[in-house]
């Protein structure tokens, strides 16, 4: 299923998508630069994962199946039961230079929710065959949604890329812009390739998620 982002309002007007301010300061507040000729990187990367799941207690395969289908109608994307959530969060301070502006303490922060139904039969009582299919299906639908945060892990670091790579040489006002550029485009192509890779799998299905 296409992946879902939680996205804040102010993120192009603030650059950041971390709720807050970002905070100017001028380079005598006491927070000294990297000293020159440092290779340490700007920024560190968060991410966090957690998987919740939904009961499906049907005890036919047909019944079984119209509880999968109606637990996922309401998202309307694709035709998988499962789905992935990622929030994707920048936060910085802006601090002034003798050369531009810099970032202190940036941090890109990932925070992923995979969603997977739980089945547990009213009865108790898992049916061999049907066993056997749902653990191939749930199998195949974890690998599919795994997909989906593996490319946003890909995308955090692609935006901790880019606002690295931001020259010194901008004043504030310009580097706090350009910031929100960076996130704008990491938005913009973790959907293109989101949607190749579940036009691909065909929203998991070519994967083998299908019961």
């Known amino acids: 299923m296409a992946a879902r982002w939680q996205l804040p309002l102010m993120l192009l007007a ?29 920024g560190i990367l968060e ?64 925070d992923i929710t995979i969603h997977l139904p739980s089945w547990q039969p009213a009865n108790g009582k898992r049916p061999y065959k049907l066993d056997k299919a749902w653990e191939k299906m749930i199998a195949a639908l974890t690998l599919h949604e795994e997909g989906h945060r593996d490319l946003a892990v890909e995308t955090a670091g692609f935006l901790l890329d880019s606002l690295r790579a931001l020259p010194a040489h901008l004043d504030c006002g310009q580097l ?5 550029k960076a996130f704008f485009r990491a938005r913009v192509r973790h959907s293109i390739v989101d949607g190749i890779y579940d036009r691909r799998t065909r929203h998991g299905i070519a994967q083998g998620a299908v019961l």
Not at 16 to 37: F, Y
Not at 82 to 98: F, I, K, N, W
Not at 176 to 180: E, F, I, K, M, T
């Open 47 to 110: 991410i966090s994962e957690r998987r919740e799941y939904y009961v499906v207690d049907a005890i036919t395969h047909d019944e079984l199946r119209q509880q999968l289908d109606a637990a996922m109608a309401g998202h309307g994307e694709g035709k998988s039961v499962g789905r992935t959530e990622q929030d994707l969060r920048s936060a910085y301070e802006l601090v002034a230079t003798p050369e531009g502006c810099r970032f202190k303490d940036l941090v890109v922060s990932l």
């Open 14 to 42: 603030a650059g950041m998508a971390q709720a807050g301010e970002v905070k100017a300061e001028s380079a005598n507040s006491g927070t000294a630069p990297p000293a020159a000729g440092t290779d340490e990187p700007v």
């Open 176 to 180: 706090r812009d350009q910031a929100g």
